[in-house]
């Protein structure tokens, strides 16, 4: 049991991180989906370095 009681800005606090951490969660989601999808394409090359030797 608490001894204080829990302020009302704590509440809103709590409401409005999470919704920011649920907006970052999904936008890494998206650039590692959108990544997967550009790497196992059939078109994907690596492009080449001055350095490669053969």
Same mark, same amino acid.
């Given at each position: *049991?608490? !001894?204080?009681?829990?302020?009302? !800005?704590?509440?809103?606090? &709590?409401?409005?991180?999470?919704?920011?951490? #649920? !907006?970052?969660?999904? &936008?890494?989601? !998206?650039?590692?989906? #959108?990544? *997967?999808?550009?790497?196992?394409?059939?078109? &994907?090359? &690596?492009?080449?370095?001055?350095?490669?030797?053969?």
């Amino acid at each position: *049991m608490a !001894l204080n009681k829990e302020h009302d !800005l704590h509440k809103r606090r &709590f409401g409005r991180n999470l919704g920011v951490g #649920l !907006l970052l969660g999904s &936008f890494v989601v !998206l650039v590692l989906a #959108l990544t *997967m999808v550009k790497v196992t394409s059939n078109g &994907f090359q &690596f492009p080449q370095t001055q350095g490669t030797q053969d």
